[in-house]
């Protein structure tokens, strides 16, 4: 798999590599998770959530209860224009599928890195047209190239409507003279986006003009009809066909529609590209602060297989960098709001029918409403960003709330979860072995033990798994 080897590790390493495993490729373990990754072998676990089965059965008859994430923009916008109270079933459609998804999925990585792609190639849903055509930009845009080439994912993301008219694209053309008076159609929004935040950073080293030249590449890249079909349409009379430099690529003139994407091929395979994604990806999975040490191999790899993600992800999840925090007592890396929320929810085996009616409202008062960053740069991805006391206080109540079975939407069996155990210390133990792999501290036990027997609404088993949710150790992962 890489420059460290899994095989061979004594049943106690085993069991906490598996959940440092389950903790970052994953949304966190549920009850006998770790002990079935260690029993597959954490190699091949790894490599199977890299390179994922095409399906999920179980995953897709749950996703069947919500039929518009299947529409088309232009099906979105038919049902909009026949009747506008409709968008709102199809966004909460939207908002659960996400959830169950990351809750359910067998195929853990790739919601994660779903999840990922779409805060690095952010859109906001309650901009305009975003709204109707956010559906089909996760689902064609995101999805499919979530765990192949970055090339392709870049390109799937520039010619998507929902980031062109994110980024106001679909309004820049070539400046004309007209009666002697410039007219400026020229927009830089996303030519600044693709270089800023998609690709080579923000440290890169390129200019104005260098972004003035990438907004021109795009120019006559548009929408057809933002009202009725809402898909890609390039108008070549909207193209500015003069010669273009962009960050050391010459383009002569006379190009058309081929001008933006030999700027992304360019982009794609560039060297501050692979350090920038790469940077964002250890940001991700190993530290808020990942070591140089580990972008320079990301990177490294990153140019050997022409930006293939499956490789990248493989050579961090490889390294000693990647584990060093499981194996050397490090901190942990705290978790975001969606981290938190599907982690518990996966925890306590929590079966998730609708998204809409509570665990969208916890996220959005931790400050991660879904698909509603408004600025391109997505949700951070630093732990450290999301400890505050405010953040910290919603995140205790969801914890408690959950384990009482007191969240709309999300069923938990507290009691078949505590196998029939009564004593406080002995369901601590029990689920400290089960779901967090022994990492939970003599502390937090003995805290969890001490829970009142004599208070039986909620249950005793209840109030230990709450507080064992909102304890320090599973704040972090």
């Given at each position: ?93 939207l ?42 930009y ?102 500015d ?24 091929d ?23 602060d ?112 959950l ?12 009691r ?15 689920m ?6 022994g ?17 039986t ?16 150790e599973?704040?972090?992962?």
């Amino acid at each position: 798999m890489g420059a460290l080897s899994l095989k061979g590790l004594t049943s106690d390493v085993g069991r906490r590599a598996a959940f440092h495993a389950l903790s970052r490729l994953a949304y966190g373990p549920g009850p006998g998770d770790v002990d079935r990754v260690v029993e597959q072998g954490i190699e091949e676990w790894i490599l199977g959530q890299v390179h994922p089965p095409s399906s999920d059965p179980e995953l897709d008859s749950r996703l069947r209860g919500f039929p518009s994430i299947a529409y088309g923009t232009p099906q979105v916008l038919s049902l909009y224009n026949a009747d506008n109270r409709v968008i709102g079933t199809i966004i909460n459609d939207l908002y659960s599928a996400k959830l169950v998804r990351s809750v359910h999925a067998e195929n853990q990585l790739l919601e994660v890195m779903v999840d990922f792609w779409f805060n690095h190639f952010n859109v906001n849903i309650n901009d305009g047209f975003v709204r109707y055509s956010i559906i089909s930009y996760e689902r064609d845009a995101i999805r499919p190239h979530a765990l192949g080439k970055f090339r392709a994912l870049l390109g799937a993301t520039a010619t998507h409507p929902a980031m062109m008219y994110y980024l106001d694209n679909y309004l820049s053309t070539v400046s004309r003279v007209q009666n002697g008076r410039l007219i400026q159609g020229l927009n830089e929004n996303y030519g600044r986006e693709l270089m800023e935040l998609h690709t080579v950073g923000v440290d890169a080293g390129y200019t104005q003009p260098h972004v003035f030249d990438a907004a021109r590449c795009f120019t006559g890249w548009g929408i057809d009809n933002t009202g009725t079909s809402g898909l890609f349409s390039y108008r070549s009379q909207n193209h500015d066909t003069a010669a273009k430099s962009v960050f050391g690529l010459e383009l002569p003139a006379g190009g058309q529609r081929d001008d933006g994407e030999k700027l992304l091929d360019y982009l794609a395979l560039h060297p501050a590209t692979a350090h920038f994604v790469s940077r964002k990806l250890a940001q991700r999975f190993v530290s808020d602060d990942p070591p140089q040490t580990l972008i320079d191999k990301m990177v490294g790899t990153w140019a050997s297989s022409g930006g293939d993600i499956p490789s990248v992800l493989l050579r961090m999840f490889g390294s000693t960098e990647f584990w060093a925090e499981e194996f050397l007592e490090g901190p942990g890396k705290p978790k975001t709001p969606i981290e938190f929320v599907v982690s518990g929810v996966r925890a306590v085996q929590g079966q998730v029918t609708n998204g809409v009616a509570g665990l969208t409202g916890y996220l959005a008062n931790m400050g991660w409403p879904l698909y509603q960053c408004i600025p391109p740069t997505g949700y951070s991805f630093r732990g450290a960003d999301w400890l505050n006391a405010s953040s910290q206080l919603y995140r205790m109540n969801f914890a408690l709330d959950l384990s009482a079975n007191r969240i709309g939407g999300v069923t938990v069996d507290t009691r078949a979860l505590s196998r029939g155990l009564s004593a406080p210390v002995a369901i601590a133990n029990a689920m400290a072995n089960d779901v967090f792999a022994g990492t939970v501290t003599r502390q937090t036990l003995d805290s969890a033990a001490r829970v009142d027997t004599r208070t039986t609404n909620p249950s005793v088993a209840s109030r230990v798994t709450g507080l064992l949710l909102a304890s320090p150790e599973f704040q972090v992962r």
